[in-house]
């Protein structure tokens, strides 16, 4: 496997459910994040881990739930979500620091639909 | 702080045209700037990138981008659409110096008509 890989690639989830998101990437970045991309609206950014650590949370909503337990895993937890959660959720990789950061690379996205 | 703006959300081109996407950054440092496209129901590819090297980037599939300071601009142009061009086009910009802020656009969804 190379590049960004994400899992379930289509989820269809009840608003009492709980589920996951998972992410890898194979690429020896040392970035991962979470994006939101909803129709007609603007990519959204949600969570960054660099190096392991939440560096940024966008203020989202406590039932999403992100987890970077290695630089090469992430995984969005997923609870008591409501319909205007229905979106595609795309995970990216990058490496940063030094003298160059490299640009983002995404895995294909969950397609997520909350009923 | 940093922006991106995208000028037309939708951009319809005969095939074998020119396309040209457009695409304007706010930035308070000299930024990194990129190109992606999506096609339906995947992620995003990156198209090409520039990074203070030199001021035309070519890309993939025949894309290439100028950086223009004095416009703060970055537009995404081919010299003959494909009708596998078709897609949606993200402009993004990161500051160098933090690596892990990157700012899109709201994005240009390509049509090309046969």
């Known amino acids: 496997e190379t590049g960004v890989t994400q899992t379930p690639r289509h989820l269809v989830m009840g608003m009492t459910n709980k589920k996951s998101l998972k992410c890898e990437q194979h690429l020896g970045h040392n970035a991962m994040y979470w994006y939101k991309q909803s129709a007609k609206k603007p990519l959204e950014l949600m969570f960054v881990y660099s190096l392991e650590e939440r560096v940024e949370n966008n203020s989202v909503p406590s039932r999403f739930s992100p987890e970077c337990p290695n630089s090469s895993h992430l995984f969005l937890h997923l609870h008591t979500l409501q319909p205007e959660d229905s979106a595609l959720y795309l995970c990216?990789?990058?490496?940063?620091?030094?003298?160059?950061?490299?640009?983002?690379?995404f895995g294909n996205g969950t397609r997520l639909t909350v009923t | 702080a940093q922006s991106v703006t995208q000028l037309g959300s939708h951009v319809s081109v005969s095939e074998g045209a020119l396309v040209l996407l457009r695409c304007n950054y706010s930035?308070?440092?000299?930024?990194?700037l990129f190109w992606y496209v999506q096609y339906p129901n995947q992620g995003l590819q990156l198209l090409l990138k520039y990074t203070s090297a030199a001021t035309l980037v070519k890309g993939i599939n025949g894309f290439e981008a100028e950086f223009k300071k004095s416009e703060t601009s970055f537009h995404l142009t081919k010299p003959s659409a494909h009708m596998s061009d078709a897609a949606e086009y993200f402009c993004?910009?990161?500051?160098?110096?933090?690596?892990?802020?990157?700012?899109f656009g709201t994005g240009t969804s390509l049509t090309v008509i046969p």
């Open positions: 993004a910009v990161s500051d160098p110096q933090t690596g892990n802020q990157f700012y």
């Open positions: 990216a990789s990058s490496q940063t620091g030094g003298t160059y950061n490299s640009p983002l690379h």
């Open positions: 930035s308070s440092v000299p930024p990194y």
